[in-house]
């Protein structure tokens, strides 16, 4: 499959079919950092470090007009200076001088503009004056941006971290994000456990580039295969709708502003019950967006959404090493809308001549405190053509516990409990792109996301 | 009491005005006269047949219970005749500033579970489409659906669907099922209605009374734009 294989073709190449107009900001040739810095603690210096640091293999370019070095790179002096060949620019300076630095980049031929500078729209009049200059710029000189006011962008498959922290484990799960710090720890979650993402933006201000560009975006890119998104709000409804619909990757958005309008008195009971919440609710719901209310349940949701197997039905059978594990999955699965069926009775006659006697022969399963990669190989098996979906939880410090499962097999893996052991086999079991959830709560919860919509979620 | 308020040209639709509305959408409205002198509520009575209810008729006084404005279960055309009067005396300490249409006389709805269908029209999301299970429900959990039209039969049937008390419209410990198809077609009927009036900024049918079969709109409000 293509987008196993990280390939990523410059937005110019030969052998790039599809084009799009957001991929000078995805898929840079070159890049420059106007407003880098030789001081460590500033973002001049942080996001050219990231990006020197994270394998792009385009060029980056400092500009500055005070310093002849920074990191061991040659400064170019202004903008008009830059060489050809640089696609994006990714903008630290003070907010006055921004607008003529965006018109100076679409006067050099760059493409796309992160400005990570604050002081606009979020600051007052003054600052959103200066924010309708910098549209004004980008307008007239064609040029795409990205914020103001953001953490910046980070696409993993192309080498390409113009943001901070430096994060560069590869995945397919795609991060949008209206703050730029939820969305930042969404990605060092996912890069924690190696598990990684396809994209990560923060859209700041969005003052162009918005939610509706991005996932008209993300639905073409052919790493991305599932899209979580931190929104406070959707900036244009009617293009929303359109994209959304169209976009065959499934979506999960966590909203917030959920209870802080306050109700309007009213006089008709539709209009007092009609608050924003209910209606985004409305719309996500019509989109098949999956609406999620915490941080843990976005990235949960993604994961499931990204890497899980559709399911054929509902019957699940949980494989555990833990009793309490295999209760607590067991209540969350009923809670969830799951069938926790009975092990057929030939299938449970058989599974007795396999495994030792202490072993619970039901569902759950319990292969209790002693059970072993092998065992749980031999029960997988054993049972797999007779349930839709199985829960296999590693409750222990088990042993090649990754060499059980099988990528894109009906399998919900939940390891616990099994300290660096469970570390090490989880980063395995990431990288064979198998997803691993840290308690049957969160793992159950996340399977039951692939039911929603009636199963037909995209 | 409460009206729009000043410089907001918003107005509440006469009821009768309102359920003429609904009845150019094929939506089954209960059967009205509006009545101007006591002998015509009588006479109204006696032709829809009784029990009655009898309500006022003002575009000032969208809360008509609040202020004494309804009497529900007239059991007589002599009865509704004295109920004209006393409607317009509890009126009467604010009489100058009130215009009063008249008095609606509506036939009582045979009992069924009480329903609400809505649409509010927000600036950002354009029409929004509500259904809800009536009386305490909506006031107390306020358990309710929307969605954004345009909206398909299947989708309003979804919409009741996802309502908690959902069940107490499918045949609850006996009860009998309610007509879920002619509920969905108010929905249906009430996001058209938003499509082709954009002067109307919000409807509210509360109750529509569900029955085994159909269901008949019992009170409409409905604020138009001037």
């Not at chain 1, 002096?77 to 060949?85: E, K, N």
């Not at chain 1, 006089?267 to 719309?283: C, I, N, P, Q």
């Not at chain 2, 729009?4 to 009205?32: K, M, Q, S």
Request: overall charge neutral; glycine content about 8%.
């Amino acid at each position: 499959m293509l987008h196993r294989a990280g390939v990523v073709l410059a937005a110019d190449h030969p052998l790039r079919i599809m084009s799009h107009p957001l991929d000078s900001i995805f898929c840079p040739r070159s890049v420059a950092v106007i407003g880098a810095s030789n001081a460590p603690e500033k973002y001049g210096y942080i996001i050219l470090k990231n990006l020197l640091e994270a394998g792009f293999a385009g060029s980056v370019y400092p500009v500055n007009p005070k310093a002849t070095e920074i990191l061991g790179r040659p400064c170019t002096r202004s903008i008009a200076d830059l060489p050809p060949g640089v696609d994006l620019a990714v903008i630290i300076i003070p907010a006055r001088a921004v607008p003529q630095a965006v018109a100076d980049c679409g006067q050099r031929g760059i493409k796309a503009a992160i400005i990570i500078s604050g002081g606009f729209a979020e600051s007052g009049e003054a600052g959103a004056a200066l924010q309708r200059e910098v549209v004004e710029a980008a307008r007239r000189s064609g040029v795409r941006v990205v914020g103001p006011n953001c953490q910046g962008v980070n696409n993993p498959h192309h080498g390409l971290c113009a943001s901070w922290p430096l994060l560069t484990e590869q995945g397919e799960i795609a991060v949008i994000s209206q703050s730029g710090t939820v969305g930042a720890a969404l990605m060092d979650w996912a890069s924690q456990e190696r598990l990684g993402c396809s994209a990560f933006v923060s859209l700041g201000n969005r003052c162009d580039v918005d939610e509706t560009d991005l996932i008209d975006y993300l639905a073409q890119d052919a790493n991305t295969r599932a899209i979580a998104a931190y929104l406070e709000g959707v900036k244009d409804l009617a293009r929303f709708r359109e994209v959304v619909s169209r976009c065959g990757k499934p979506i999960v958005i966590l909203k917030s502003g959920r209870t802080v309008e306050g109700r309007r008195a009213a006089e008709s009971h539709t209009r007092s019950l009609a608050g924003r919440d209910e209606l985004y609710t409305a719309l996500f719901r019509q989109l098949r967006i999956h609406r999620v209310d915490s941080l843990e349940d976005l990235y949960d949701a993604a994961k499931a959404l990204a890497y899980l197997p559709k399911p054929g039905g509902r019957r699940i059978l949980t494989i555990t090493s833990s009793g309490g594990s295999g209760i607590l999955a067991t209540d969350w699965a009923e809670w969830s809308g799951l069938q926790v069926a009975a092990l057929p009775g030939p299938v449970a006659e058989t599974l007795r001549g396999l495994l030792p006697t202490h072993c619970i022969v039901a569902n759950p399963l319990d292969l209790t405190g002693d059970g072993t990669a092998a065992l749980y190989r031999k029960v997988v098996e054993a049972t797999a053509p007779h349930f839709d979906y199985q829960v296999i939880i590693f409750g222990d410090p088990i042993l090649q516990a990754a060499d059980v499962v099988t990528p894109g097999a009906p399998q919900l893996v939940i390891f616990l409990g099994g300290a660096e052991v469970e570390r090490q086999e989880r980063a395995r079991m990431h990288q064979k792109k198998v997803p691993v959830f840290p308690t049957p709560e969160r793992g159950v919860r996340a399977l039951a996301r692939l039911f929603a919509f009636n199963g037909v979620a995209a | 009491m409460t009206t729009p308020p000043a410089g907001d040209r918003t107005r509440w639709l006469p009821e009768p005005e309102a359920l003429h509305l609904l009845a150019d959408y094929n939506l089954p409205v209960i059967a009205h006269r509006l009545a101007a002198t006591p002998e015509e509520a009588a006479q109204a009575a006696r032709n829809l047949g009784c029990p009655v209810v009898l309500k006022v008729v003002s575009p000032e006084i969208p809360h008509k219970s609040d202020v004494g404005g309804v009497r529900l279960n007239v059991a007589t055309p002599e009865e509704a005749a004295a109920a004209f009067t006393t409607i317009l005396d509890r009126l009467t300490p604010h009489p100058s500033r009130l215009t009063i249409q008249g008095i609606l006389v509506a036939k009582m709805a045979a009992p069924g579970t009480e329903v609400i269908v809505g649409m509010v029209r927000d600036p950002q999301f354009g029409p929004a489409v509500m259904v809800g299970l009536g009386g305490i429900f909506v006031e107390l959990y306020k358990d309710v659906a929307f969605r954004l039209p345009p909206l398909s039969p299947g989708e309003a049937r979804a919409m009741l669907g996802e309502l908690k008390a959902a069940p107490l419209l499918t045949g609850y410990r006996g009860q009998p099922p309610r007509d879920l198809d002619a509920l969905a077609a108010c929905a249906c009927a009430v996001a058209r209605i938003a499509a082709e009036h954009p002067g109307i900024q919000e409807i509210d049918l509360n109750p529509i009374i569900a029955h085994e079969q159909g269901c008949m709109i019992v009170d409409a409000k409905i604020l138009v734009h001037e």
